[in-house]
C-alpha cells in the first residue's frame, strides 16, 4: 500500500553531516507518523527519530538527540533526517518506516523502507 525509499547515505568523516530523505508512494492519502531506526555491525536495529503525521510530536533516541533532526513534508511525501556531528558509531543501516503513531516501538511501523548506508570514519 506504501512504498517508501530511502537516499542520502554514504560515506563522510566524523563530525560532519549527512540529510537522509525518504520518499513514499502509493497510498499515501492516510495520516501516518514516520520513523527512523538504524542497525550497525554486529547491533539489533534501535530506534532513531521519529515524527507525527502533523509534524507537531517528535522524539529521539537519546544518542542523537542535539544532533538529529526529523523533518517532513507531507505535499512532497517526504520525510528527512538532518544529521549533523556524526560519530563513527552512527554508522549503520538506516531505515525509514511509517506506522499509525510516533513511538520508538518498531513493531508498531507498518511499511519500511529498504535501507541506506550511512559510514562515518575517524
Known amino acids: 500500500q506504501v512504498q517508501l525509499a530511502e537516499s542520502g547515505g554514504g560515506l563522510v568523516q566524523a563530525g560532519g553531516s549527512l540529510r537522509l530523505s525518504c520518499a513514499a508512494s502509493g497510498r499515501t492519502r492516510d495520516s501516518y507518523a514516520m520513523g527512523w531506526f538504524r542497525q550497525g ?17 517528535t522524539y529521539y533516541a537519546d544518542s542523537v538527540k542535539g ?4 523533518s517532513r513534508d507531507n505535499a512532497k511525501n517526504t520525510v528527512w533526517l538532518q544529521m549533523n556531528s556524526l560519530k563513527p558509531e552512527d554508522t549503520a543501516v538506516y531505515y525509514c518506516a511509517a506506522g499509525p503513531w510516533p513511538t520508538g516501538g518498531q513493531r508498531v511501523y507498518n511499511y519500511w523502507g529498504q535501507g541506506t548506508q550511512v559510514t562515518v570514519s575517524s
Do not use: L, Q, Y
Not at 555491525?41 to 510530536?57: C, Q
Not at 544532533?67 to 526529523?70: A, M, Q, W, Y
Open 41 to 57: 555491525p554486529g547491533k539489533e536495529r534501535e530506534f532513531v527519530a521519529t515524527i507525527s503525521w502533523s509534524g507537531d510530536t
Open 67 to 70: 544532533r538529529f533532526t526529523i
